[in-house]
């Protein structure tokens, strides 16, 4: 696993406050601290070269990772870019995922009827469009296979 790989690799530096993921402050009073700990740790597996941004490169290559085709990267960055740096910081990251993740949620509620709290192939493929990603089925189906 790349992503295994880099966390090894990765100095345990601190660079400045905001790019500290290990013990990331504390962006939002209204988040969970320990949602905001999940997201961070999914931000570290997204900076692949771990310098505390996700930009082009880390993206391509971590959606490569995951099986996903690279032009999915470049509509994530510009729509998540809110400072338009083109690159997300951890905080623009927690923002935007936040955000959408609302919609998530009641597009969730409503397909998973059963309420097993699994997610299925549909629900899989709507959560990466509601994050501006246009997942195929077959792509879809990879992920869900790891
Ligand atoms: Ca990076
Ligand atoms: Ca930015």
Redesign the pocket.
């Given at each position: 696993m790349v992503a295994d790989m880099k966390l090894v690799v990765k100095p345990h530096i601190a660079i400045s406050t905001d790019t500290t993921i290990g013990k990331a402050p504390h962006y939002f009073d209204e988040l969970p601290h320990d949602e905001e700990l999940r997201l961070a740790n999914l931000f570290k597996v997204l900076?692949?070269?771990?310098?505390?941004?996700?930009?082009i490169?880390?993206l391509s290559e971590a959606l490569r990772e995951f099986g996903l085709h690279h032009r999915y990267a470049q509509s994530f960055i510009e729509r998540a870019d809110a400072n338009k740096s083109s690159?997300i910081s951890l905080a623009e990251f927690i923002q935007y995922v936040r955000d959408h993740e609302k919609n998530l949620r009641l597009g969730f509620s409503h397909l998973d009827r059963n309420k097993d709290g699994k997610v299925d192939l549909e629900e899989l493929i709507m959560a990466f469009k509601e994050l501006g990603v246009d997942v195929e089925v077959n792509e879809a189906k990879k992920l869900l296979q790891r």
């Open positions: 900076d692949v070269d771990g310098n505390g941004k996700i930009d490169h880390d690159d």
